[in-house]
């Protein structure tokens, strides 16, 4: 179970990496404002899970969050740290962020009773500060594979999926 979620953060964190352009130093500085992003996307997430469960309804995060998702994120956040798209199809860094952690969590929100939910938000919050921690380590070793000559034939972002496996598996075996 630990090691799943490891890899579903892993995993997003690698994709913000490849995908938008964030130095090092831009993701430390905005460490604790992507930490309570990834913290509010939780609690939106299992907010409506508990919602639907109580009142019996279907739900299905895609239309709801990419709703809400697009609303609020249509003129960009005020005061929110913008990162540049390497892609130009590429959604809005927060939405497509948000769009992946609201699949992770309800995943594993959803086959809970209302009552006795054993994800309380201590551990969403320790869960959300881990995977903003991330971001700033995944994105120093992209900054660093950048700046290495490389052999022919490898590629640095084949490397630096490389590296994040290494890493995924240091961590497993805490």
């Given at each position: 179970?630990?090691?799943?979620?490891?890899?579903?953060?892993?995993?997003?964190?690698?994709?913000?990496?490849?995908?938008?352009?964030?130095?090092?130093?831009?993701?430390?500085?905005?460490?604790?404002?992507?930490?309570?992003?990834?913290?509010?996307?939780?609690?939106?997430?299992?907010?409506?899970?508990?919602?639907?469960?109580?009142?019996?309804?279907?739900?299905?995060?895609?239309?709801?969050?990419?709703?809400?998702?697009?609303?609020?994120?249509?003129?960009?956040?005020?005061?929110?740290?913008?990162?540049?798209?390497?892609?130009?199809?590429?959604?809005?860094f927060y939405l497509f962020s948000g769009?992946?952690?609201?699949?992770?969590?309800?995943?594993?929100?959803?086959?809970?009773?209302?009552?006795?939910?054993?994800?309380?938000?201590?551990?969403?919050?320790?869960?959300?500060?881990?995977?903003?921690?991330?971001?700033?380590?995944?994105?120093?070793?992209?900054?660093?594979?950048?700046?290495?000559?490389?052999?022919?034939?490898?590629?640095?972002?084949?490397?630096?999926?490389?590296?994040?496996?290494?890493?995924?598996?240091?961590?497993?075996?805490?």
């Open positions: 179970m630990l090691s799943q979620k490891l890899l579903s953060y892993l995993v997003l964190v690698c994709a913000q990496v490849v995908l938008y352009q964030v130095s090092m130093k831009q993701a430390l500085r905005n460490y604790w404002f992507l930490g309570l992003f990834y913290f509010l996307v939780f609690s939106c997430v299992q907010g409506l899970v508990i919602f639907c469960a109580y009142l019996s309804i279907s739900f299905f995060v895609l239309p709801v969050l990419c709703l809400l998702a697009a609303f609020l994120l249509k003129n960009r956040l005020k005061g929110a740290p913008q990162f540049q798209k390497r892609i130009l199809t590429l959604p809005n769009l992946w952690i609201s699949l992770v969590w309800t995943g594993e929100l959803m086959n809970q009773t209302v009552l006795t939910a054993p994800y309380n938000f201590m551990e969403a919050f320790i869960w959300c500060l881990f995977s903003a921690l991330l971001f700033p380590v995944l994105a120093g070793i992209k900054e660093r594979l950048d700046l290495m000559d490389t052999p022919a034939g490898f590629s640095i972002t084949g490397i630096f999926f490389v590296a994040a496996g290494f890493l995924l598996l240091g961590f497993s075996f805490f």
